[in-house]
């Protein structure tokens, strides 16, 4: 009996095994990143589970089954995640070329309500940063903001990225952005020259900015309690995260002038429109020399 359960299960697991390659493999052929791939099989595994539908047996999908799945799950998650949730099983009608399934779906996608953007001032930002006692932080959050990064990008610099002669920092991009070389300031630049000194960071490809773990990136969750730490002691009452920072730099630089085209090469976009949407919050006056 034992034996036969073993068999049982050890099938059930070549079954997920399976249809895990398959649909990972139809993302990759679709252009889809993996990150993207392994959230849609998760959501996908979810609506089979809800239906007990045997992972070798899709066919028996119809679509009121996942119309009717939807609408019971919409009022449990938020719109981001019934969104994301939606696109899975967009994703499944397309595997399953039920390619009339995917307009019907899509009518249950939310909008989400438009908030007022919360960025920082000036000021606020020479406030945020002076109350920073950590060299590391005030580190990671002067790049943010000194050169628009992303807590994702600062978390991957490593030692070789560094140029002390020419004072450039390399920063690779993600998702839509490209590589870039950055120019960073003296004052930067010899913040970093003493991080590393302290800290005996030598070798070539070792990351700079470490989370618990040897040459292992600081996580999203590190940078965010931090941030918060140093908003709170700032005194600073705004519903902000660290991409405050970045939106801050976008909107500071607008204001100074600073063409949109160049602007987007510096933030690493290969379209001008992500920089464009920020030009509302920018004076009328200025908007003239910058677009």
């Known amino acids: ?46 609506f089979l589970s809800h239906f007990n539908i045997n992972k070798n047996d899709l066919e028996s999908i119809s679509i009121n089954m996942i119309i009717g799945y939807i609408k019971d799950i919409e009022g449990k998650y938020s719109i981001n995640s019934l969104n994301n949730i939606i696109s899975a099983l967009s994703f499944l009608a397309m595997y399953l070329e039920r390619a009339k399934w995917i307009d019907e779906i899509k009518t249950f996608r939310k909008r989400r309500e438009k908030i007022d953007l919360e960025f920082l001032s000036k000021s606020e930002v020479v406030n945020f940063l002076s109350m920073i006692d950590n060299l590391k932080y005030k580190l990671i959050f002067m790049l943010m903001y000194s050169i628009g990064l992303k807590g994702k990008e600062v978390s991957r610099i490593r030692l070789k990225d560094v140029d002390f002669k020419t004072r450039k920092i390399f920063i690779r991009g993600n998702d839509k952005k490209v590589d870039r070389n950055l120019n960073i300031s003296e004052k930067t630049l010899s913040l970093i020259y003493t991080y590393i000194r302290d800290n005996a960071i030598v070798i070539e ?23 918060n730490e140093y908003i709170d002691k700032a005194e600073i009452k705004k519903n902000i995260s660290p991409k405050a920072l970045r939106i801050s730099y976008m909107i500071h630089m607008l204001e100074k002038g600073i063409c949109t085209k160049v602007l987007s090469k510096t933030m690493g976009y290969a379209d001008i429109k992500y920089v464009n949407q920020y030009l509302k919050y920018v004076d009328n006056i200025v908007l003239e020399s910058i677009v």
């Open 1 to 46: 009996m034992k034996f036969l359960i073993e068999m049982i299960n050890r099938s059930e697991m070549m079954e997920q095994h399976n249809l895990e390659s398959k649909l990972k493999l139809f993302g990759r052929n679709k252009k889809y990143t993996p990150s993207t791939v392994k959230l849609y099989i998760a959501h996908i595994y979810n």
């Open 205 to 227: 490809n070792e990351i700079l900015f470490r989370g618990k773990f040897q040459n292992q990136p600081l996580s999203d969750r590190s940078i965010q309690k931090k941030f």
